[in-house]
């Protein structure tokens, strides 16, 4: 009778720990099930910067091209005009966005920064949607050029994808910006 009592007990362990692997597998079979789905509908993402409110935006980088809209503000994203910023949007912009950002870095006694700023504007229009502009006035935000060790204005930042891919001191005409532009972003 003991021993049977035994073997009855042990064989409800047995059954209890079938019962618990199988559980556990449908547990996991589900997880990973729904990671999957979770991957599947996740389309690739793009993140923009509001270059007015600083609110970092993502969505899907299909949409990118659909004129998409501040999730904060309501400002399009990539309007195809120059935007003026201070040295943390443009910080911000530099290292979070999913297009190349050009920055001017001028003030408003420079002459040449004032020649530069009309084919700077013409560049911003050519180019929406590929790549987003701003300008800094150094004089209200010096921390800019600090930050960027600028010696000269105007100074013209590249970055893409997280880095400053290249910089340019003086002024270009717009077709030389756009080419230099497009030379420098993959
Ligand atoms: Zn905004």
Redesign the pocket.
């Given at each position: 009778m003991r021993r049977l009592c035994l073997s009855g007990g042990a064989q409800n362990k047995m059954a209890f720990r079938l019962i618990a692997r199988l559980v556990f597998r449908a547990l996991t079979y589900h997880m990973r099930n729904n990671e999957y789905e979770g991957d599947m509908a996740t389309e690739i993402k793009t993140k923009l910067t509001?270059l007015?409110?600083g609110?970092v935006n993502a969505f899907p980088a299909s949409r990118a091209t659909e004129g998409p809209k501040?999730s904060?503000?309501g400002?399009p994203l990539a309007s195809g005009k120059v935007a003026e910023v201070d040295l943390a949007t443009l910080e911000k912009a530099a290292r979070a966005d999913g297009l190349p950002l050009v920055a001017d870095l001028w003030a408003p006694w420079c002459g040449p920064c004032r020649a530069m700023a009309p084919e700077f504007a013409a560049a911003a229009t050519q180019l929406k949607g590929r790549a987003r502009f701003v300008k800094i006035n150094t004089d209200e935000h010096p921390d800019a050029a600090i930050r960027y060790s600028i010696r000269g204005i105007p100074a013209l930042l590249l970055f893409d994808q997280g880095r400053e891919r290249n910089r340019h001191a003086g002024v270009m005409r717009t077709a030389q910006l756009t080419g230099w532009i497009e030379q420098n972003i993959s």
């Open positions: 509001c007015t409110c609110t501040c904060s503000c400002d």
